[in-house]
């Protein structure tokens, strides 16, 4: 993890385009991540936005403690050689599954989801919310990254959110802001 977190904070400062950033979540929103999965009902656990790996890396710490795995969607080829490469170094192949292509159309395919974590491209937030969650399981949870530190750009989502009776929902201010939405 100390490696993906070395590029990280190099991708941030030395001009990368945005695209090509990992663009991970902090340590800390990991273990924040790492203990809902555990705590999580029985169910599929999905993340969408692999990059290099480094958040599914601790979804995986949880996902070994409760017998379960998790199927994380890459939509960029050149992101998924690198969660590859990170999955192979970490051993976590036996509770890790990788799809690359658009989550988006992949979920009709997932049901009885328990654990989403969401971090891709902020503009398709609402399209991926709206997959999800009429496919919770009651006591489910969408975490969503972002959500204080992109709060303009992620208004509508939010409010869609915060504005859901399926959900519980609230803002935790940890890292970059974690939307957590428990189904009802």
């Known amino acids: 993890m100390e490696y993906l977190e070395r590029i990280d904070e190099r991708d941030r400062i ?3 385009p945005h695209m090509r950033r990992l663009r991970q979540i902090t340590p800390e929103v990991g273990k ?12 599929e656990y999905i993340e969408i936005g692999t990059s290099a790996g480094y958040s599914t890396l601790w979804l995986a710490v949880a996902c070994r403690e409760v017998g379960r795995r998790i199927t994380t969607f890459e939509v960029l080829e050149e992101k998924a050689r690198i969660a590859r490469e990170t999955f192979s170094e970490a051993d976590v192949w036996d509770v890790v599954e990788l799809v690359v292509g658009d989550a988006r159309q992949c979920l009709r395919n997932y049901d009885e989801i328990s654990f989403c974590f969401l971090d891709a491209e902020k503009d398709h937030y609402i399209d991926c919310y709206n997959a999800v969650v009429p496919k919770l399981v009651t006591g489910g949870l969408l975490v969503a990254d972002n959500a204080i530190s992109h709060r303009s750009v992620l208004e509508r989502f939010l409010d869609r959110a915060l504005g859901d009776t399926s959900v519980d929902a609230v803002i935790v201010p940890i890292g970059r802001g974690e939307l957590v939405c428990r189904k009802c």
């Not at 924040?32 to 169910?43: K, M, N, T, V």
């Open 14 to 16: 030395d001009g990368t």
């Open 32 to 43: 924040f991540l790492a203990l809902l999965a555990a705590s999580a009902p029985s169910g």
